[in-house]
T-cell receptor, first 111, second 112 residues
Framework: SQQGEEDPQALSIQEGENATMNCSYKTSINNLQWYRQNSGRGLVHLILIRSNEREKHSGRLRVTLDTSKKSSSLLITASRAADTASYFCATDPYGNNRLAFGKGNQVVVIP | DTAVSQTPKYLVTQMGNDKSIKCEQNLGHDTMYWYKQDSKKFLKIMFSYNNKELIINETVPNRFSPKSPDKAHLNLHINSLELGDSAVYFC???????????FGPGTRLTVL
């Protein structure tokens, strides 16, 4: 079964609003990572959160991890048009970088 | 000063042909990867090399053969291309296990 499955809804928000997306996974993990992919480009790493961490921040990004519920969320605060992209979570069950990616969550920020 | 580069960016070819995609990273990373992203954006790992040694080989047809001449390069050769091979192929690298991966810009392969 596929690890790292984001909520399938596409998200369309106004600039300045916050965007939240969720990811659930099925097995235990060593770490969970979030990536962004702009249209026609490669993936860009955003945040890595380890299994013993509950929350992590990076600029306008906030990631939470709940290992008891096997879920993670990514919050983008004060969104900008440049945040328009697909966001992927990826789990690394064994810490050996065999990442399993979710299906991606499309976010559109309207200027 | 691109960190992970791939060539070509686009590749259009006929069924049955053999083609190669090249990847280079100048980050000094030890581990490199090949991923396939299908038309629905699903991304799946194909191979991983650590210091020129194969460490991950997912269930990929043996028409796909990775080659790592040194730890900065990981090329992907595909024999007897099929329609289902059409996808975007991404190369990535990381410092070591359990770390962030840095992706190349992708190679869009179209098999006619």
């Amino acid at each position: 079964s596929q690890q790292g499955e984001e909520d399938p809804q596409a998200l369309s928000i106004q600039e300045g609003e916050n965007a939240t997306m969720n990811c659930s996974y099925k097995t235990s993990i060593n770490n969970l990572q979030w990536y962004r992919q702009n249209s026609g480009r490669g993936l860009v790493h955003l945040i890595l959160i380890r299994s013993n961490e509950r929350e992590k921040h990076s600029g306008r990004l906030r990631v939470t991890l709940d290992t008891s519920k096997k879920s993670s969320s990514l919050l983008i605060t004060a969104s900008r048009a440049a945040d328009t992209a697909s966001y992927f979570c990826a789990t690394d069950p064994y810490g050996n970088n065999r990442l399993a990616f979710g299906k991606g969550n499309q976010v559109v920020v309207i200027p | 000063d691109t960190a992970v580069s791939q060539t070509p960016k686009y590749l259009v070819t006929q069924m049955g042909n053999d083609k190669s995609i090249k990847c280079e990273q100048n980050l000094g990373h030890d581990t490199m990867y090949w991923y396939k992203q299908d038309s629905k954006k699903f991304l799946k790992i194909m191979f991983s090399y650590n210091n020129k040694e194969l460490i991950i080989n997912e269930t990929v047809p043996n028409r796909f053969s990775p080659k790592s001449p040194d730890k900065a390069h990981l090329n992907l050769h595909i024999n007897s291309l099929e329609l289902g091979d059409s996808a975007v192929y991404f190369c990535a690298s990381s410092l070591d296990s359990g770390r962030a991966q840095f992706f190349g810009p992708g190679t869009r392969l179209t098999v006619l």
